[in-house]
């Protein structure tokens, strides 16, 4: 026993090791916050509507089918990085993509979307960003995929790409999606 | 001289720095019991985009966002659990600087008290195993040095 005691602080290394390497590779990107919202009811929200102001756009209004939450804003890289895959996306068809423009009043959305294209089927705009706030926003781009009963499913942080679209979004909407949009 | 030299220097980093946070936040509150609070809360929590940043201290956009709420929730006389819990419910428990005790983090502030017995456990060991060479070591020592 006592000739095997050299053993001890060996194995508590070891067990170090393996609690620092599950860590490591469970953590998620670095800097990305895991939102508790996932699984959990989408944010109520009522915002006017970007392209029509005197419209509304409900949370209410979304209730029952899959969407796509896209936050972004025209003062952000990433989101005119993301830009034509979102349109590529809309393109496809498969959910509607609802656009919520953050904290973009002083600029203008309007022309940038004449310009390079509006992938959205709805765009609300939050121009003192507490709607953002609720739904726990902190970088633009985010993406939300919510589920027919209004459930958070899923959260991107960053410029959407392609890979990033089939593989953790197409994936997780039901195989056959109602063309309702 | 020296001494009031360094006096005069050391008001002067202070007065600057001063300055600096107000320029972040110059937020006052219409109580010196609400300021405090504001400015407590406002040090405990994240900027969540520039991480290791409260949102006190922080010029990026979201935390100002983030501070006009908390002024708003205090202001209409919410308690600064509600102010948390707000946070933590949108943003998670990364929001917190201080981490709160749950069952999903028991361990981490377990551990601490947990190595603290094992040490002492050990060191006791140690220490009775020892105690117990003194008298033998001392017994032949004596002898020798006996006239």
């Known amino acids: 026993m ?7 602080p060996l194995g508590v290394f070891g067990l170090l090791v393996i609690v620092l390497a599950i860590g490591i590779a469970r953590s998620p990107d670095k800097g990305t916050i895991v939102s508790p ?18 419209q509304t756009v409900k949370s209410s209004d979304l209730r029952g089918r899959w969407y796509v939450f896209n936050v972004w804003g025209t003062w952000c890289f990433a989101c005119r990085e993301e830009h034509n895959t979102l349109l590529e996306i809309k393109h496809q068809a498969v959910v509607p993509l ?3 423009d953050w904290k973009d009043a ?10 390079s294209g509006n992938p959205y089927d709805v765009i609300a705009a939050d121009k003192d960003g507490r709607a953002a706030i609720d739904w726990g926003v902190y970088g633009a781009p985010e993406t939300f995929l919510v589920n027919d009963k209004g459930i958070v499913v899923y959260k991107y942080v960053g410029a959407m790409t392609r890979q990033v679209w089939e593989k953790e979004f197409l994936s997780r909407l039901p195989p056959r999606p109602e063309s309702k949009s | 001289m020296i001494r009031s030299g360094l006096v005069a220097a050391t ?6 720095f001063t300055t600096l946070a107000q320029a972040v936040d110059p937020t006052q509150m219409p109580t010196p019991q609400l300021q405090q609070r504001y400015l407590a809360l406002t040090h405990e929590l994240r900027c969540v985009q520039c991480q290791n940043e409260a949102i006190a201290d922080s010029p990026v956009d979201i935390a100002a ?9 205090l202001l209409a006389g919410k308690t600064d659990e509600d102010v948390r819990n707000y946070m ?3 943003y998670g428990e990364f929001i917190l600087f201080r981490p709160r005790m749950s069952a999903k983090n028991l361990w981490l502030w377990l551990t601490p008290g947990v190595l603290i017995l094992v040490g002492a456990f050990v060191a006791v060991r140690i220490i009775s195993q020892r105690s117990h060479l003194v008298p033998q070591d001392n017994e032949p020592l004596e002898e020798d040095i006996r006239p």
Do not use: W
């Open chain 1, 2 to 8: 006592n000739r095997l005691r050299f053993l001890i």
């Open chain 1, 37 to 54: 919202l996932l699984g959990k009811p989408a944010p109520e929200f009522s915002l006017p509507n970007l392209l029509d102001a005197s």
């Open chain 1, 98 to 100: 609802i656009g919520m």
């Open chain 1, 106 to 115: 002083e600029n203008d959305p309007l022309g940038y979307l004449q310009q």
């Open chain 2, 11 to 16: 008001l002067a980093i202070l007065v600057l």
């Open chain 2, 65 to 73: 966002d983030l501070r006009r709420q908390v002024r708003e929730m």
């Open chain 2, 88 to 90: 933590v419910a949108r």
